[in-house]
């Protein structure tokens, strides 16, 4: 049987972070977005995250995570799609993303890599964008990427 597919409640914060913080990326403004994030709940156990951050017609899709025992199995791929699908439900014409090993993995959405210059200026409110900009070791070791919906 396939995990659920449910949002993200406030009072599991401290598991998303784990989640998040155990594949190596950080964690940042989880207060503020985690109702926001989608979870496979498999029977109880958190294996996988993905959030969205919506600024009017641009999104950026953060803290995609699946648990090593759910990869290859289609579960990342509908957790990312359902995100996906949300922003665009909710008026996104354009998703960006940052991502540090997954580069491989996005371009079946659609995202292709572009520059920190190519983020609209409302895309720029986020703190990925921000600290991108702030700080040159991140820029040498992340992959900013792009989709629009057609």
């Known amino acids: 049987?396939?995990?659920?597919?449910?949002?993200?409640?406030?009072?599991?914060?401290?598991?998303?972070?784990?989640?998040?913080?155990?594949?190596?990326?950080?964690?940042?403004e989880l207060e503020r977005w985690i109702e926001e994030f989608w979870l496979l709940d498999n029977g109880g156990t958190l294996a996988?995250?993905?959030?969205?951050?919506?600024?009017?017609?641009?999104?950026?899709?953060?803290?995609?995570?699946?648990?090593?025992?759910l990869r290859g199995t289609g579960q990342g791929?509908?957790?990312?799609?359902?995100?996906?699908?949300?922003?665009?439900?909710?008026g996104a014409k354009r998703v960006y993303l940052f991502t540090m090993t997954a580069s491989g993995f996005f371009p079946r959405f659609g995202f292709e890599p572009c520059s920190l210059e190519d983020f609209e200026p409302a895309a720029r409110a986020a703190w990925q964008w921000r600290g991108?900009?702030?700080h040159e070791?991140?820029?040498?070791?992340?992959?900013?990427?792009?989709?629009?919906?057609?």
């Open 132 to 134: 991108n900009m702030e």
């Open 77 to 90: 791929v509908r957790l990312v799609q359902h995100c996906l699908d949300y922003a665009k439900a909710n």
């Open 137 to 150: 070791m991140l820029r040498k070791m992340l992959t900013p990427m792009r989709m629009q919906f057609d």
């Open 48 to 69: 996988g995250c993905a959030g969205v951050e919506q600024y009017g017609e641009a999104a950026v899709l953060r803290s995609v995570a699946v648990a090593e025992s």
């Open 1 to 28: 049987m396939p995990p659920e597919l449910r949002k993200a409640r406030p009072q599991e914060i401290e598991e998303v972070r784990a989640l998040i913080v155990a594949e190596s990326m950080p964690a940042i």
